[in-house]
């Protein structure tokens, strides 16, 4: 059986749309948004006509029928925490997603609404896989010294999990049989362990957790940040910091990895240090990812747009790969995971979940 598959994958001023059968990618698109037309909207929900005529007119230029589709399938922002898989696209999707019922405004909840709305025209069935706020987990890695406190998660579950998947397949092996510490190293980074098919320990992207990045100050001790703020700097500068305006932004003027490795090779101490700092910390979070795996990891796997530059790759070879192999995996898998997730729930493979909208963890019993 032939299953054909509609991805969309909203983003800040674009939204990006796949159109697959089976594993073959038939069409690919990036449709712009330019800033001046969203600016119109106050709202996510408000520009949901607009990007739908958007997806429709790119469609139409490329001469790309739908009809026969048999998932459509959104990126699922919004959500409250789940464990990872393919979900159906219910009104409490459509409902949590359009509204950011996690905190997290970002284009990614227009997601599932944009997939129900193709599905509902053209037939076939709406999914979310793998959402952003997938978490799954172990009770330790939650844990932290403040009692009510607990550690979190926000990562690129999407393609984390399917560079695992992936590579698994590629050994001869299922994700669930196998361990990996598995990394995304874009504008934001991920390090990730996982064990037998769950996603149990990672870095919380969003609240400045784990190695700095492009756009991100990355863990930080708390008293620093303390002296950051007594020194006359804003709660709100802050939490940008965490997402927006830390790491090279603020250390060099710039988010652009490429014109700080140029940087740095043309002798710019301070490029250098950030440079060599951000892939110091990365090796070090996938240590103890792989001490969170009792050293039992079978591969080490790198995804996301900086492991093209293989300076990188290199280093982190030199400094990780005495714990397992390292694979590299550049760029992403994003629209391949979201259509490949829905073949498997259509094909019998993989089970579909259905979102409660209840948290998966609401904190221990504590005396």
């Not at 952003?132 to 009510?148: H, N, Q, S, V, Y």
């Not at 440079?275 to 001490?291: D, F, L, R, T």
Request: glycine content about 14%; some cysteine.
């Amino acid at each position: 059986m032939v299953v054909k598959v509609f991805a969309i994958n909203p983003g800040s001023t674009s939204t990006k749309i796949a159109l697959f059968e089976d594993e073959e990618c038939l069409f690919k698109s990036t449709v712009r948004h330019p800033s001046e037309e969203l600016a119109q909207y106050g709202s996510l929900s408000e520009q949901m006509g607009y990007r739908v005529a958007s997806i429709t007119t790119a469609l139409e230029e490329g001469k790309i029928d739908l009809s026969g589709c048999a998932a459509f399938v959104g990126r699922g922002g919004g959500l409250l925490p789940l464990e990872g898989g393919v979900y159906e696209v219910t009104d409490l999707v459509a409902e949590h997603s359009i509204t950011c019922a996690n905190g997290v405004i970002h284009p990614a909840g227009l997601g599932p609404t944009l997939a129900r709305s193709f599905a509902a025209r053209l037939g076939g069935r709406a999914f979310v896989v793998n959402p952003p706020d997938t978490d799954e987990l172990c009770d330790l890695a939650r844990m932290t010294g403040i009692k009510g406190v607990y550690r979190n998660v926000h990562l690129h579950a999407l393609n984390l999990k399917e560079t695992a998947i992936r590579h698994a397949h590629g050994m001869g092996r299922r994700y669930d049989e196998c361990n990996f510490v598995v990394c995304h190293l874009g504008g934001g980074l991920s390090v990730s362990a996982h064990r037998h098919g769950r996603m149990i320990d990672g870095n919380d992207i969003v609240g400045g957790d784990g190695p700095m990045a492009p756009t991100r100050c990355g863990a930080v001790p708390v008293a620093e940040v303390l002296n950051y703020l007594e020194a006359g700097h804003s709660i709100a500068e802050v939490r940008k910091m965490c997402m927006k305006t830390g790491g090279f932004e603020d250390l060099l003027g710039t988010s652009d990895a490429i014109e700080v490795v140029r940087r740095a090779g043309e002798g710019d101490t301070m490029a250098a240090l950030a440079w060599h700092g951000m892939i110091y910390q990365v090796c070090k979070e996938i240590g103890s990812m792989a001490a969170a795996l009792g050293g039992r990891v079978d591969g080490i796997l790198l995804g996301g747009g900086m492991v093209y530059e293989q300076s990188l790759v290199k280093a982190i070879e030199d400094n990780c790969g005495w714990i397992a192999p390292v694979s590299a995996y550049p760029g992403e898998f994003e629209m391949e995971a979201m259509a490949a997730g829905a073949i498997r729930v259509l094909t019998g493979e993989e089970a579909l979940k259905t979102y409660t909208g209840i948290p998966v963890f609401q904190g221990f019993c504590e005396q």
